[in-house]
């Protein structure tokens, strides 16, 4: 028996990464394609508790592998600093300190005084472009490249459109730099539509999609085996099925799975029913209110007459309980699959793409 394996904390990156293996494959081929390649440039979309801060973890891992000098950096104003600084320490050791400090050498002929610190005149006369240039170059040098990983993207920034447009023009300048930025399908869309941006929609797009069941079924079963519990086959498919796919449930139903069952060898059934509704109660406070805040009160009220059906619903049936006009519910209809709180599963069929969403309506837990 060890630690529990399942990691439910945002930020964190989990012990095994189960159902994404095609992703990573597409990332690590896209660093070995040519400079300016449509895959160096990676987009993650996806609602929140779907892995895209874990898949950011895992691909800053791979990439070192692969000869990359890795900044991972939550998006904000200070951040291409913060990458430049990354860099300038993690590059560090391919680099040697000994070269001395040359004096009356102007840093545009050289730029760094010892390893990746930049020159006196390198860090007052030039600005971020120029300095994320220059790591570039003295990195090639040892056969390194640059991976720029942003996670939490903003739309209509400043420092998103800088970064954005700064990685154009490196790649226009041959430099070996790849990027990946990863947030919410509605700040996503509006960066790609911004039309400072419209060169990030060549970049390689992944929606994160349910993880497959049968990869988490054999997850579980392998942790209960390390960890000494038992559990019949039927129990082990009803959790397996109440995680709906979601990366953030299928950590959280196995982390309380294996808390509640921590003084018994067998994962009984009442265990099961505690650990999942335990499961859903934590959703409310991490993923629901947090996905519901930006929306407005006829959003809410949307999903309020969509959660009238168990399963999936139809535009007619919502447009009638909201007393609203084809035109008006589809407006919303719009918004909120934009935002991913909703998806369409059928001609004139939309379901909820967060689980028990609209068990939460129904004010069912």
Excluded: W
């Excluded at 970049?203 to 349910?210: I, M, S, T």
């Excluded at 969509?306 to 589809?330: G, L």
């Amino acid at each position: 028996m060890g630690a529990n394996a399942f990691l439910p904390s945002f930020g964190n990156k989990p012990k095994h990464i189960i159902g994404r293996g095609g992703i990573t494959a597409d990332f690590l081929e896209g660093l070995s394609l040519p400079i300016g390649h449509r895959d160096r440039a990676t987009i993650l979309i996806g609602q929140r508790g779907t892995g895209k801060t874990t898949l950011l973890l895992e691909f800053a891992d791979l990439a070192k592998q692969a000869g990359y000098v890795a900044a991972r950096v939550t998006a904000n104003d200070e951040m291409f600093d913060e990458i430049i600084q990354t860099i300038q320490i993690k590059g560090s050791e391919f680099v040697p300190a000994s070269l001395p400090k040359i004096k009356g050498i102007s840093a545009g002929a050289m730029g760094f005084s010892l390893g990746l610190t930049f020159t006196e005149e390198a860090k007052t006369q030039f600005g971020p472009r120029i300095k994320l240039g220059l790591l570039c170059d003295e990195l090639a040098k040892y056969d390194k490249g640059v991976l720029i990983l942003v996670d939490e993207v903003q739309p209509n920034t400043s420092a998103i459109r800088t970064l954005a447009t700064t990685y154009q023009h490196l790649v226009g300048e041959n430099k070996n730099i790849a990027i990946v930025m990863a947030g919410l399908p509605t700040s996503m869309s509006a960066v790609l539509n911004d039309d400072i941006l419209t060169f990030l929609n060549r970049a390689h797009k992944v929606y994160l999609e349910p993880l497959p069941f049968g990869e988490i079924s054999v997850s579980y079963a392998t942790e209960f085996r390390r960890q000494q519990k038992t559990i019949a086959p039927e129990l082990l498919d009803k959790i397996t099925l109440a995680t709906k796919g979601y990366p953030y449930l299928y950590q959280l139903i196995g982390y309380y799975l294996l808390s509640f069952a921590r003084d018994t060898k067998e994962i009984t059934i009442e265990i099961i029913e505690q650990a999942i509704i335990t499961s859903k109660r934590e959703m409310i406070e991490n993923i629901f209110l947090a996905a519901l805040r930006p929306l407005s009160p006829r959003d809410n009220a949307f999903l309020k007459a969509m959660s009238k059906d168990v399963d999936e619903s139809t535009i007619a049936d919502i447009q009638a309980r909201m007393k609203v006009s084809k035109t008006y519910a589809q407006a919303y209809r719009s918004r909120l699959i934009e935002a991913g709180i909703i998806a369409p599963v059928g001609r004139g069929r939309l379901a909820f793409a967060i689980p028990y969403l609209g068990d939460y309506f129904r004010n069912e837990f």
